[in-house]
């Protein structure tokens, strides 16, 4: 693997496509856990510079929660449902030497590790994608089993592809070189946020406010994304009500579905303040982001956190916790929000006081996410994964 070298120049949206030096012989298996829109968009810039055919396989339909999977690509299918028919379809396609390559959406599936194993015993190379974060507790049997696996383990990838610089530094301590490793800027569609943001007016926002029942003044806080425990939800209404105790003029906006959203209704019933728009989809995403003024991320765990790149996308200044896996790379310097401790109210109370009583500095800040964003597209992050490709194929 060592003579394959990561590129020294940034990947950009003016990248040629693909060609690899084979031909259509090239083509390429990816396996995903589930149709998240985000993967979905992400193939769909991989097929647009991937010449040669591209087939993909889901592990579940629904393993987190219910997706809508709109129009299906035709290179694009479901695993059976039970473990063993889904590894013997899979063992099958790697044996048939129909593939150069396999992509993997990283390894801590059953079905991705199986699929790891069975593409090095039939010489198929790999590439997988990471991200995982290090922990924020070392220690205990876990930390020493993975110690003594994951070096093994991580030496069968042709190359790793981490989200980010916490993903890759993950690698880096099992041993991972960095010859075999390209960070691939884990994003979602944030050229169609802003172009959706950019015919969303004052018009626009006094009629989704009205159709929402939001307040048309005042300072909007969102939280959009799953309704669980580990999520840091308790944190956020128990910060929001310390602040709102001193500030009338403040207003959470929560959208979601999860364990916790029987909750969050009764939040929302007792108290006016407080607002739940239930599970959005589509652009009625993108429509939350524009009826906010600051987006809050209060997880106790967070590999990454798209959430963040979607709010930065659309212009919104964020509030996160130190646990988000995204923070090094799109938050640290406080350019572009502010971060606070997992677990702890007080603390993210005073940082949502802070930016909801300095409107000047929250579009700064928005300003610099807008940009810092232009360089974190899905057409730059499927440049970087295809060219990690055409240099392992051209080994």
């Known amino acids: 693997m060592s003579g394959v070298q990561p590129s020294a120049a940034r ?20 396996v995903y856990i589930e ?60 044996a048939s030497k129909d593939f150069a390559l396999v992509h993997l959406a990283g390894w801590g599936h059953p079905i991705l590790l199986a699929t790891l194993a069975m593409a090095k015993y039939y010489g198929v190379p790999a590439t997988v994608e990471s991200d995982t974060p290090p922990p924020a507790a070392r ?59 950019a015919g969303f007016g004052d018009e626009e926002r006094v009629s989704s406010s009205r159709r929402f029942g939001l307040p048309e003044s005042g300072t909007r806080f969102l939280y959009l994304g799953r309704l669980e425990p580990h ?12 602040m709102r105790a001193d500030r009338g003029d403040v207003f959470l906006i929560i959208a979601g ?22 599970r959005l989809s589509d652009n009625e995403v993108w429509e939350a982001y524009a009826l906010a003024d600051i987006v809050v991320l209060p997880s106790h765990f967070e590999p990454w956190g798209l959430v963040v790149n979607e709010a930065l996308a ?33 603390s993210l109370s005073h940082a949502m006081k802070t930016l909801a009583a300095d409107p000047t500095r929250r579009v700064a800040l928005g300003r610099n996410a807008e940009r810092l964003m232009d360089d974190w597209t899905l057409d730059g992050e499927a440049a970087t994964t295809c060219s990690v490709w055409s240099a392992v194929l051209d080994r």
């Open 35 to 94: 149709p998240a829109p985000y993967i979905v968009d992400f193939i769909r810039h991989l097929r647009a510079r991937w010449k040669p055919e591209i087939e993909t396989l889901f592990v579940s339909p629904a393993l987190s929660q219910p997706w809508d999977h709109g129009e299906t690509h035709a290179g694009d299918a479901f695993l059976p449902q039970t473990k063993w028919a889904a590894i013997k379809t899979l063992r099958r396609k790697l």
């Open 257 to 278: 579905s999860g364990s916790l959203a029987e909750k969050i209704v009764e939040a929302a019933t007792k108290e006016s303040s407080i607002f739940y728009l239930g």
């Open 139 to 197: 220690g205990g049997w876990k930390a020493l089993v993975k110690r003594l696996l994951y070096p093994p383990l991580f030496r069968l990838p042709a190359y790793f592809l981490p989200g980010g610089s916490r993903q890759r530094d993950y690698l880096r301590q099992y041993g991972v070189p960095e010859t075999r490793l390209r960070i691939a800027r884990m994003t979602v569609d944030v050229v169609r946020i802003k172009r959706f943001l």
């Open 314 to 346: 659309a212009g919104r200044p964020v509030i996160v916790t130190d646990r988000a896996g995204c923070v090094p790379d799109l938050v640290a310097g406080k350019e572009t929000g502010l971060i606070v401790p997992a677990g702890a109210p007080m």
């Open 11 to 30: 990947a950009t949206s003016s990248e040629a496509r693909v060609t690899p030096s084979r031909g259509q012989a090239n083509r390429v298996l990816l």
């Open 231 to 242: 999520k840091g939800i308790d944190d956020l209404l128990a910060a929001f009500r310390l």
